[in-house]
């Protein structure tokens, strides 16, 4: 996973805002390439995580779309690593554009559900939470958006650590008793 990926989060549609997440190692070196704040002189590599930022998107001189770029440094982001959002314009060529300038300059395009594969596998969330981002997101009706949310705060991994906690209690028990039948 030393491959630093980026893709599209939202619908490609035109839409108000558009997203595009670049995720690992060398987010930060990409987004310091591409992005210029109002006055020219913000680093953004040295802000402080979870911080919002309005500036530009430049493909060298060019400049590509006016944007905020919000900064997720890990392991304190959805896949624990290094994370940028840039909340472009939704047209589908802007999100485009910002795309392509952003691979140009160190990214690869992260296949279908990899930002969830890498939080899986960084331990952000585990195998039952995976699979209720997809559920979210597919979700037709009240009841099963509810479902699948609660899925995703962990509560089948709760259910199961419950059930878990009591058989460890009852196999001590049995062992205790087993090794020591005379006090039981």
């Not at 910002?98 to 939080?119: C, D, Q, S, W, Y």
């Amino acid at each position: 996973m030393d491959a630093t990926i980026a893709a599209i989060s939202t619908a490609m549609s035109a839409s108000g805002i558009g997203i595009v997440r670049i995720s690992g190692e060398n987010a930060m070196d990409v987004i310091a390439k591409i992005y210029r704040s109002k006055n020219g002189k913000k680093d953004i590599r040295t802000v402080v995580s979870h911080t919002i930022h309005y500036g530009f998107i430049y493909d060298n001189d060019t400049m590509i779309d006016e944007v905020l770029v919000m900064i997720m440094k890990g392991p304190r982001s959805y896949t624990g690593e290094d994370t940028v959002e840039i909340d472009c314009h939704g047209g589908v060529l802007a999100m485009k554009k910002v795309l392509e300038t952003v691979l140009k300059n160190g990214a690869i395009i992260a296949e279908p559900g990899e930002f969830t594969k890498r939080a899986f596998l960084n331990g952000r969330i585990d195998l039952s939470q995976a699979e209720a981002v997809m559920d979210v997101i597919q979700s037709k009706n009240e009841y099963s958006l509810k479902n699948s949310v609660g899925q995703l705060k962990g509560s089948v991994r709760n259910t199961v650590q419950q059930i878990r906690e009591k058989l460890l209690y009852h196999i001590a028990y049995i062992e205790s008793a087993l090794d020591d039948p005379e006090h039981y």
